[in-house]
C-alpha cells in the first residue's frame, strides 16, 4: 500500500495536476480539500501520511492550517505550496513547522521528491 497524502489547494485544476502527479509516483491520495478548515477535517478522518497545503486560500490560510495541523498533529508532515515564492513565506511556513516548501509552477518530479523527502 502507498502512503497516503491529503491535497489541499483552492484551484481544483491544481489539485487535479498534484493528485496526477502522485498517483503516477504510486502515493494513493487520502484526499482533497479546497481550504483549511476542510483540510483540518480531511486530515482528522483520513490520516494522511503526508499533507500538500497551498498558502493562498479563503476561510483559512495556508499558514493558519499548519498551526492548527500541528496542534491536532505535532508530527504532521506538511509540504507548502504557493505562487508566491516571497521569502518570508517560507520562513514563517518552515518556523510554523512546515517540512518543505514548493513553489508555483513546479516541476512534477519536485513534488515527487518533497514527498519522499519528508516520508523518509
Excluded: H, W
Amino acid at each position: 500500500m502507498g502512503k497516503s497524502i491529503l491535497v489541499v489547494d483552492d484551484a481544483a485544476f491544481m489539485r487535479m495536476m498534484i493528485k496526477d502527479i502522485l498517483v503516477k509516483n504510486s502515493f494513493e491520495i487520502a484526499g482533497e480539500a479546497s481550504d483549511g478548515v476542510l483540510a483540518l477535517q480531511k486530515y482528522q478522518e483520513a490520516k494522511p501520511d503526508a499533507v500538500i497545503l497551498d498558502i493562498t486560500m479563503p476561510n483559512m490560510d495556508g499558514l493558519e492550517t499548519l498551526i492548527e495541523l500541528k496542534k491536532i498533529d505535532p508530527n504532521a508532515k506538511v509540504i507548502m505550496c504557493s505562487a508566491m515564492g516571497q521569502e518570508s513565506m517560507v520562513i514563517d511556513a518552515i518556523k510554523s513547522g512546515a517540512s518543505d516548501f514548493i513553489v508555483k509552477p513546479f516541476q512534477g518530479d519536485r513534488i515527487v521528491k518533497a514527498v519522499q523527502k519528508v516520508l523518509g
